[in-house]
């Protein structure tokens, strides 16, 4: 907690890029509701790029490690009036600056009461706060649960307060190897967000332990570290940040591989939806999907923007991070 909002004052005093990472274009709709969030917001805000899944209207979204709130006023916008965003963050200063500038923002965009509400607590306990069990659609986290020792304790969480085929959309640090004691407990690299990255291969077990759909791999960017000290801590250890999605696919989903059809229908992807590193969807072109993708869109919000039919399926195998 000292290092955020004491010995960082602003993203430019971060020593790597692991909390910039390499983002792809964003879209119009995206840049414009940033340009709509406080400029204090945004300087005090120190996540990993952007987290912005697609199909939003009117969803209800947790943002775990959510900070001065700049991707929950972005959120904010991208829900809708009728829908509502939560911010939950374990340092006092940066959830103040979040709850500060509501006002400004439901005036900026024009909503008659605040579709957004920011907690302090702890993302590993959010029973703590309040949250009741299946009551979001959407939880993101913005490179902040490397921050946490329990990981296992984060998704677990994550996926008791989503709704049946609700999704964790999120970015983090990973590693290519289990981290040494040594970068574990040094105090910048935890500030970094590199000391607590999880092993790339954990978090497939993770994940599939807590109950969620194996991992799918959006994007990744390597990490570059510009200090000579920090760079011999670490030694051979390599880093990434990537981004992942994971979905809480109720058995009443699940059957076999099948063919899908997208509808075109999400505001932003109009003539293809570019949903993981293994999957994109065009508009009106017949895709094979294996089984697993296939009860992730039938159970999911996106449901409602494909055309769903069983069939035999040639899709690659999920690639890892690293």
Same mark, same amino acid.
């Given at each position: 907690q000292d290092y955020y909002g004491k010995r960082l004052q602003k993203s430019a005093d971060l020593k790597t890029n692991a909390c &910039?990472?390499?983002?792809?274009?964003?879209?119009? !709709?995206?840049?414009?509701?940033?340009e709509n969030v406080h +400029?204090?917001? =945004?300087?005090?805000?120190?996540?990993?790029?952007?987290? &912005?899944? #697609?199909?939003?209207t009117s969803c209800r979204i947790l943002d775990l490690g959510s900070g001065s709130g700049r991707d929950c006023y972005l959120l904010s916008q991208m829900v809708g009036e009728w829908g509502h965003v939560t911010g939950i963050d374990m340092t006092e200063s940066q959830v103040e600056v979040a709850k500060k500038h509501v006002a400004y923002h439901m005036n900026k965009f024009g909503y008659k009461k605040p579709n957004v509400e920011f907690l302090q607590g702890y993302m590993e306990k959010l029973s703590d706060a309040g949250l009741a069990d299946e009551s979001y659609d959407i939880v993101i986290s913005n490179c902040v649960i490397n921050l946490t020792p329990d990981k296992r304790a984060v998704l677990r969480e !994550?996926?008791?307060?989503?709704?049946?085929?609700? #999704?964790?959309?999120?970015?983090?640090v990973y590693a290519n190897q289990r981290l040494s004691e040594s970068?574990?407990?040094?105090?910048?690299?935890?500030?970094?967000?590199?000391?607590?990255?999880?092993?790339?291969?954990?978090?497939?077990? &993770? !994940?599939?332990?807590?109950?969620?759909?194996?991992?799918c791999l959006?994007?990744?960017?390597?990490?570059?570290?510009?200090?000579? +000290?920090?760079?011999?801590?670490?030694?051979?250890?390599r880093f990434v940040s990537a981004t992942f999605r994971l979905f809480k696919v109720p058995s009443s989903?699940? !059957?076999?591989p099948g063919?899908?059809?997208?509808?075109?229908?999400?505001?932003?992807?109009?003539?293809?939806? =570019?949903f993981d590193a293994n999957f994109t969807f065009k508009e009106g072109e017949v895709v094979d999907v294996d089984a697993e993708m296939a009860a992730i869109l039938r159970s999911s919000r996106f449901a409602e923007e494909f055309l769903i039919r069983a069939g035999r399926a040639n899709t690659a195998a999920p690639q890892g991070c690293c």
């Open positions: &910039i990472t390499l983002a792809k274009p964003l879209p119009k !709709a995206v840049r414009d509701a940033l +400029e204090e917001v =945004v300087a005090r805000y120190y996540g990993c790029g952007l987290v &912005i899944p #697609e199909c939003l !994550a996926y008791r307060v989503l709704k049946p085929g609700g #999704e964790m959309y999120f970015s983090d970068v574990q407990k040094h105090r910048v690299l935890w500030g970094e967000c590199l000391a607590g990255a999880l092993y790339w291969r954990d978090l497939y077990s &993770i !994940a599939e332990e807590v109950g969620f759909s194996p991992p959006v994007t990744a960017s390597p990490i570059t570290i510009g200090d000579k +000290e920090l760079e011999d801590v670490i030694g051979d250890c989903s699940r !059957a076999g063919q899908v059809i997208y509808n075109g229908g999400i505001v932003g992807h109009k003539q293809e939806l =570019v």
